[in-house]
């Protein structure tokens, strides 16, 4: 399994979203993302960037940190 972030996918207000998926490729985090949102009310994003996070070292992501 891998792990991706998404975080230009539209949210309820207009503030910085993130998500973390976990799925064995891009084209199963970006499904799953989806039907996550749908879940949530809201509506998938044609173009979403994902971004794999690597599991061979230690490290902090962040992934919004305030700065618009």
């Not at 503030?15 to 976990?22: E, F």
């Not at 039907?35 to 994003?45: A, C, F, I, S």
């Amino acid at each position: 399994m891998k792990v991706f972030t998404c975080t230009d996918f539209e949210g309820h207000y207009p503030v910085g979203v993130s998500a973390v998926i976990v799925a064995s490729d891009a084209m199963e985090a970006r499904t799953l993302l989806d039907k996550e949102l749908v879940k949530h009310g809201l509506r998938p994003k044609v173009i979403s960037t994902f971004q794999e996070i690597s599991l061979d070292r230690s490290a902090a992501i962040i992934l919004q940190d305030g700065d618009y």
